[in-house]
Structure formats: C-alpha cells, structure tokens
C-alpha cells in the first residue's frame, strides 16, 4: 500500500503530457518517461516513494535495469527520483521540476534533469486580460460564428511556425523585449470552457519541425489570455522563461509585461497574404510599436471557413499597361487554359540562366480562392465561376524559387504577384513584390505565355521576370527567363491512358512471340533436317535477347507480386500487366532454349557436323567483328553526346536532366542486334549454299514484325502524344533499342530485306546473289546413326 505524508491527495500528474501514472497491479508509481535511449544505451526504471502535499515534493527510490551501447545488460542499480510541483500552477509558476540520480558509488548514470510544463489544475488570473493592443480596428475572419468555441480547433490554427517581421520601426521594440530570432512557435495550447487560453511560445533561428515542441535553451514565453469572440482575435499577455539553476531544466518565470494578439485576416492583397497575422509588442512602453508576425500556412481541414475572406487587388492598372506595351495581346491560335481549368495555371519552371528552378501557383482568379492545386470552399465559389468567364481575368500569384537572387544565401525566395491573365491568348502580366533584407521591392514584372492545350510541345510555359529599376539602382537585377517542361491535366490523363495501352501492346507483343517460337517447334519436328541447318548464333542471340530483360526485372517481378493493383484510366491495369509480360518473356525463354538445345543436339548428331560447324564459324567471324565495332560506335557517340550535353547545358543553362550510363546505351545497341536477328541465318545460308526451309515462315516473319511494330508506333507516338522530360515508357522503350526518326525508317526497312533475302535463299539456295561459282547447291540429308 502506498502511504504519502499530509494526506491521500494525489499528486497533480494529469493530463496528456504527465510525467508518471500509477500502477494500479503494482503499489508504485511507474514513471512514464523511463527509457533514456542514445549512445549510452537504455534503462528502465520502477519506483516507489511519498509525495507531500505540504510542500508539493515528491521523492521516490528504486533500482533500474538496461543496456549499455554495446548491448550488455546492466540490472540493479539503485535511482532517486526528485520532483517538484508548483502546488497551484499558474502564469508565475507553471513548471514541474526534477532530477534523477543514480545512488550507487561510482554512479552508474549522470544525473538527469526533468522539466514539463503544468497540465492540469492551472489558475487563470481572475481578469484573463492582456494589454491592449497598439494598433487600431482589424478586419479578421469570423472563426466560431454560430459555433461553439473549441480549443481543439483553435489550437490546430497555430500549429504553423510564424515569421517575425522587424521592418516598420519595430527595432526598438525588438530590443526591449530581447528578440532577434526568425520564427515563433505557440503550442503547448489549453484552453478554459470560458474562453481562457494559454501557452507556451518559443523563439527560433531553426524552421524546423522540432522547433515546435518544448525547448530548452531558446528565447522562450508563458502566455495566457483569452479569446475575444467579438472582434475575432486571441488576446494574450506573457512571461520570459530565464534559468534558475545550473542546469538547462531549471526553468523559472521572469518578467512579464509582453503582450500578443492573433487573428485571422479577412481582407488580402499584393503584400499582405497571411493567412494568420500577429503582433507581440513591450506592454511596459506606450511607443505604438510592434514585431508583426505571420503565417502563410493553411490547414486543409480549414479552407471551408475561409468564407468571409476577399482579396484587393492593387496594381491590375499597373499591369494592364504593360501587358498592352508588350505585346501580349496579340492573337494565338489555340485553346489555352482559362478559369475552369485553373489546375493548368500551376507549373514548375527552370530559370535558364544560372540555374535553378521554382514553383508558380494562383492564390486568386478573379474573385476565386485557391490553394496549390485546388480551389478553396469550391461550393461558395461555384457562382462566381461566371464572373471569370471573360477573356482578360485579374489574378494574383505566389512564386517560390531558387535562383541568382539566392546564390549567397541559398534559400528560397519568395515573391508575390498580381496583374492580369488573358485566357484567349494564354498571357500573363504581373506586378510583383519581394523582400529585401527589410525592405519591399514592388518594381518586378512577371510576364508568361502558356501553349495551347492541343499543342504537341514539351514546354509549356515561356516567361520572364525583369526588374523595372534603372541599372544603377541597388535593387535593380538581370532579367531571369523562366521556362516550364510539363503537361496539361487533359495531358497527363492521355499519358496515363498511352501508358496503358503500351503495357497491353507489351504483352501481345511478348505473347506473340512465344507463339511464334511454338511455330518453329512444330515445324522443325515436322522437317527434321531444319534443326542442323538453323544458325546457333542466331538463336543464342534471340536467347539472350529475352534473358536479359528477365536478369533486369528479377527482384521487380517478386516485388511487383505483392502490391496492391491500382486500376488506371482506360480499364488497364498496369501492374499486372507489366507481372504478366515478365511471366511470358519467361516462358518464352524457356522455350528459346529448348528451340536451341534441339538445334544443338541435331548439329552434334549430324555425319557433316564438320562442314556445319564451319559454316557456323564463318557467321561467328563475320557477325562478332561487326557487333564489336558497333559496340565501339555506341561508346564513342555515348561519350560525344555526354559532352555535347554538358556543353550545351552551360551555355543555354538548359534543366538538368538524367545522363545516360553507357550500360544504358549499349542496352539499346542490343535492340539494333536483335532487330538483325535474321543476319547470321543469312551469312549461315550463303556459307553453306542451302536451301533448308531451315526456319518456318510464320516464325521469321512473324517475328520481324514484332522487331519492327515498336519503331512504326514510336512515328505515331510522336506525333499524338505530348512528349515529357521524364517519360515513362511500356513499349517501344528507348532504353531497349535505338528510335528516333531515321532509325524508326532503317530499321523495319532493314529487317523487311532480311526476311526477302531469308525468303528467296530457303527457294533459290543460300548463295543465290552471290558469284555463280560459289552458287553450290547443297542440302542436308538425314542419314541412320544406328550402328550395327
């Protein structure tokens, strides 16, 4: 049975974020935060002890067990637990403090220290008041009305870091109150049924995720106060945190007298977009100024209470007249995106001279709210979709990027832009904003043609964005071309559905094959001295043809078994195709094989297997030489494209793209080598002066057309379809063979007169074009091999 000294009143250990919780299967408390895991290893604790209500302490004793770094176990050693509670926490005194100690001699851990911000029984002040604040009336968005105050909710608004701003005069004010950091956090957020809330808000360099949590060692703030209802905004007063102790943890309250207030603006505009605003100003001078702090972060779960927000544009009179002056109203032939399809206005670009690239996004089109790529509460903004139903519509943009104006600093830039967007022409003309150290720049012109939508281009979208400064001017900069590779939504839709169709053309095509190899297995059992007559070389190459994919794609087709099939437009399904086509290449392998092992046996079996067998030496002695310089071609046009690229890249400060490895490229030299499949059967035939129907016609045509398919869809697949940076390809791959337009020719026109040559020498003789003294006619017979 636990005893505690001064009665049986619990300790305040409540809450979500307590520091213990008692077992109720064994009389001790447990602490909650036990393992302390890092280099040092882990160890668990289990302890007993008083607590006094008299004095708010608790002290408790036990052993712990755990490992070191190395992993060895290290069981019962002995551990204080000191903690101290602020009995009734409030503004002043809303910290739990501890430590934990080791007792044993030599200690078999350091001493901890244990801090936490008090969670339950906290005492607003009676007033819940704070400081007026320095500025006059706000326009800001009715949060609760006709709804119930949650603190949950509220709560979920600031989980977002705040920028500080320091322009504006708030230098002095800054100074008084000791702030000089980037970032605020407020969390640690509770709230009273009746409005009172409070919190802990910390000061940081670092936009970091673990900025948002409790820290120590940072500018840091107790705050409460409450929520006005009426005028929408959160009303606070707050404490420092100083150190009171040689330890990081121990934690005090110092002076108070800041004040901070927060809403949620309802009016936006050109320099002013936050989607939560604040001030934190000395209540202790009367100078009027304030650290302004915003926050451009919107929850998704909150774009339906954006109902009341309305934006001012301000310099569309200002943008109109450039856009005349630059000639961005003249004619274009096309359709091009308009307000309907606001998911096309958004694109990624490339800065082409000196690099890097950005993200260009609407905020409004017309009256219209977006968000990224989606529109804002659509349903209030449904019957506002005709007032943009015109040919030049107002809209506003924000512009992140990484480029010459962020080599120093390498961070993201940000601008903001407003002007106009002709929906008949595709052109865009922009007056746009920045900041600069402390200052704003408004002096920026952001101009952007988009293509047509039924265009067949890779690039989309062709701007610029130009200083309007004088070049003398501090502020004034080069002009920074901006281009867009991409697609359309109704383009990515297509991609999806060639994508599709190219999986299923994959499949035939490989199902095909395997039939046409069964072909060649009837015929050679029904004409048996085809099997000595047919090129070994030949086949070993058709049989590493479907091996190679296969060693590829060995671990992907196991991978590929296990996820879950995700159906895509045009009722394919890719990932089970692409499972099947490996399947098929497989068992189309297999029966390669067994077509060479059965050619291999028939030769060894045959009584002129000398003279065959030297027929076959001619092919491999004309057919090796010729893909081994071939092989050399493809290295030396690889290394001469690689520095082409590098060049041409530096001078028109083109996107970075993938290069190729060369294994890539010798790859698709393998797809030419197979499109000549036929070649050593030829060199085989005019060697030996056969006429051997030695392959099936169903076998060697059928295959041919397979080989040549690909490059006549590659023609038509560039010409239908919008080509992409980065495209994803299931049939006519260039990874797998050589296509471009001179290669989609020469290659089915070479492989068609390989299969006339093929045709005429399995009727006229192997040796029908050559010389008529090498014409001799020869022809395998079959012959007993039964010894007696």
């Known amino acids: ?20 919780e008692y077992d109720s299967q064994a009389p001790r408390f447990r602490p909650r935060l036990p393992r302390f895991v890092g280099r040092r290893g882990s160890i668990t604790f289990g302890l007993e002890g008083y607590y006094s209500s008299a004095s708010g302490e608790l002290c408790m004793v036990g052993t712990g067990s755990g490992r070191t770094a ?110 000089h950091q980037t970032f605020m956090f407020i969390n640690r957020m509770r709230c009273a049924d009746d409005g009172a809330v409070r919190a802990y808000v910390v000061f940081s360099n670092q936009k970091d995720a673990s900025s948002y949590y409790f820290m120590l060692g940072e500018k840091a703030m107790v705050v409460e106060g409450f929520w006005d209802e009426k005028r929408s905004r959160l009303c606070l007063k707050g404490c420092y945190v100083v150190n009171s102790g040689p330890s990081r943890a121990d934690l005090a309250v110092g002076e108070c007298g800041i004040g901070m207030s927060f809403w949620f603006p309802a009016v936006w505009s050109l320099q002013e977009r936050s989607f939560s605003a604040g001030l934190v100003w000395n209540a202790s001078l009367k100078s009027g100024e304030a650290i302004a702090a915003s926050s451009s972060t919107i929850p998704p779960y909150f774009r339906g209470s954006l109902l009341g927000l309305k934006y001012n544009y301000t310099k569309v009179d200002e943008a109109r007249k450039y856009y005349e002056n630059y000639g961005l109203n003249k004619k274009r032939k096309g359709k091009f995106p308009d307000s309907n399809s606001y998911r096309d206005l958004t694109f990624r670009f490339f800065l082409q001279k000196g690099g890097g690239s950005g993200y260009a996004s609407p905020v409004t089109i017309g009256s219209m709210l977006y968000d990224g790529n989606s529109l804002v509460s659509p349903d209030h903004f449904l019957d506002k979709m005709t007032e943009t139903n015109q040919r030049l519509l107002n809209v506003s943009y924000d512009i992140h990027y990484v480029g010459n104006w962020s080599l120093e600093t390498f961070r993201r830039q940000h601008i903001s832009a407003e002007g106009v967007y002709d929906a008949k022409t595709g052109s865009l003309c922009m007056i746009a904003c920045r900041v600069v150290n402390i200052s704003s720049d408004c002096e920026i012109l952001v101009t952007a043609q988009f293509s047509s939508l039924d265009a067949k281009v890779a690039q989309h979208v062709k701007g610029t964005i130009r200083s309007l400064r004088k070049k003398t001017d501090p502020l004034f900069f080069e002009p920074l071309d901006i281009a867009s590779y991409g697609l359309y939504i109704d383009q990515v839709d297509e ?45 070993v190459v058709l049989s590493l043809g479907y091996m190679i994919p296969l060693v590829l794609n060995f671990e992907a ?25 490996r399947i098929v290449t497989m068992v189309t392998f297999l029966l390669q094989l067994r077509l060479l092992q059965l050619a291999w046996s028939a030769r060894s079996a045959d009584v002129s297997k000398d003279q065959s067998w030297a027929a076959e030496k001619k092919v491999i002695w004309i057919c090796l030489p010729l893909y081994i310089i071939g092989a050399v071609v493809t290295w030396a046009v690889h290394m001469r494209s690689n520095s082409n690229r590098r060049m041409l890249r530096k001078i028109a400060r083109l996107p970075r793209v993938n290069r190729h490895a060369f294994w890539e490229d010798l790859v698709s030299y393998g797809g030419l080598i197979l499109d000549g499949f036929l070649l050593p059967q030829i060199i085989l035939n005019a060697c030996s002066g056969s006429k051997v129907k030695a392959l099936s016609t169903g076998f060697y045509i059928g295959s041919t057309l397979i080989r040549a398919l690909p490059h006549v869809y590659d023609v038509f697949r560039a010409n239908h379809f919008v080509p992409s940076l980065r495209p994803t390809y299931r049939y006519a791959n260039p990874h797998d063979d050589l296509f471009s337009l001179a290669w989609d020719i020469a290659i089915p026109c070479g492989a068609i007169l390989l299969s006339v040559l093929l045709y005429f020498q399995q009727r006229l003789g192997g040796a029908f074009f050559l010389c008529s003294k090498n014409r001799k006619s020869s022809e395998y017979e079959m012959v007993s091999t039964v010894s007696s």
């Open 495 to 539: 991609s999806i559905w060639r994508m599709d169709l190219e999986s299923t053309m994959a499949l035939i095509s490989m199902t095909l094959s395997c039939l046409f190899i069964v072909v060649q297995l009837f015929h050679v059992k029904k004409v048996p001295e085809a099997l000595p007559a047919m090129s070994i070389t030949m086949l």
């Open 557 to 581: 087709l196991f991978k590929n078994s296990n996820k879950q099939t995700v159906p895509l437009s045009g009722g394919g399904w890719l990932e089970v195709n692409e499972v099947m086509v």
């Open 1 to 20: 049975m636990l005893t505690m000294s001064g009665g049986r009143r619990r300790p305040p250990f409540g809450g979500r974020h307590r520091l213990f």
């Open 70 to 179: 190395d992993g060895t176990a290290v069981n019962l050693f002995s551990a204080v637990l000191r903690v101290r509670y602020p009995g009734r926490a409030n503004l002043t005194r809303p910290f739990v403090t501890g430590s934990l100690e080791s007792t044993d001699s030599p200690g078999f851990f350091e001493p901890v220290s244990l801090v936490a911000y008090a969670e339950e029984g906290y005492s607003y002040a009676e007033s819940a008041s704070c400081p007026p604040s320095p500025t006059g009336r706000l326009d800001a968005l009715q949060l609760f009305e006709g709804r119930k105050f949650s603190c949950a909710h509220l709560s979920s608004l600031f989980k977002a870091p705040f920028r500080l701003d320091y322009s504006n005069g708030s230098e002095s004010t800054a100074s008084s109150l000791g702030i």
